[in-house]
């Protein structure tokens, strides 16, 4: 298994480029989540998709799209980047769609990270 | 707003020694916490989840969770250099769906 995979790793963008940032999990998992890493913020999550067909606006969703493929493929596409959105990018994966409380299945999985820089 | 607090750091600690990481939240409903751990460069992986009132172990890491006084704590015994790190504590809170809540973390150096 190779868990949860994105593309790409690094990416460089000039103010007003367009890209799509890819993330697959082969887990079988129901949700996934985009989230973006900032100096001093810890993560913050931007779009997450609780099950394949449904998508929700996180705490900082301005500026992105995201399309849930299908079950496996979570894609997050910046439209028209700005310096602003320079961070790193983590696509995370969790098992059930729905909340269980008392169960370790809330585990959420995480991607290798992109690093983008918006110039 | 739900909000997850942790002191940023460093927390530097010799070889040995116990290192204690805190995190305090701010919803007294909320019922499961994580503690993942991250390294410079990589992403976060999970290292606890603690879900009752009270301690629990995994080897070396102990998590302690308080719900009257909103707070969970990580326990490192016999620190080690490998785990100097940023810890991060995230919080489900009741009614958010299927969205964990992450604080800032708190980077950890163990020093030789």
């Known amino acids: 298994n190779a868990g949860v995979t994105q593309t790409p790793k690094f990416q460089v963008l000039k103010t007003g480029q367009s890209m799509t940032l890819q993330c697959a999990q082969d887990?079988?998992?129901?949700?996934m989540y985009w989230y973006r890493q900032d100096p001093g913020m810890g993560l913050r999550l931007i779009y997450y998709s609780a099950s394949e067909g449904t998508t929700d606006k996180g705490e900082v969703p301005n500026g992105y799209n995201v399309s849930r493929l299908n079950k496996r493929e979570f894609s997050l596409r910046l439209e028209s980047a700005a310096p602003s959105q320079t961070s790193v990018y983590f696509c995370?994966?969790?098992?059930?769609?729905?909340?269980?409380?008392?169960?370790?299945?809330?585990?959420?999985?995480f991607g290798p990270g992109t690093r983008l820089t918006v110039l | 707003q739900k909000e997850v607090e942790q002191n940023s750091g460093p927390l530097s600690v010799p070889e040995g020694a116990i290192a204690s990481l805190n995190c305090t939240y701010s919803?007294?409903?909320?019922?499961?916490f994580f503690w993942y751990r991250q390294y410079s460069g990589k992403s976060p992986e999970l290292i606890m989840f603690i879900y009752s009132n009270g301690d629990k172990e995994d080897g070396r890491f102990t998590a302690q969770l308080n719900k009257a006084s909103q707070y969970v704590s990580l326990l490192i015994r016999d620190s080690q250099p490998s785990d100097s790190a940023t810890y991060l504590c995230?919080?489900?809170?009741?009614?958010?769906?299927?969205?964990?809540?992450f604080g800032t973390g708190t980077q950890l150096k163990v020093e030789l």
């Open positions: 887990m079988n998992h129901n949700s």
């Open positions: 995230a919080v489900l809170f009741t009614g958010g769906g299927n969205k964990l809540t």
């Open positions: 919803d007294r409903g909320s019922q499961s």
């Open positions: 995370a994966s969790r098992a059930r769609g729905e909340s269980n409380l008392r169960s370790s299945y809330n585990e959420q999985f």
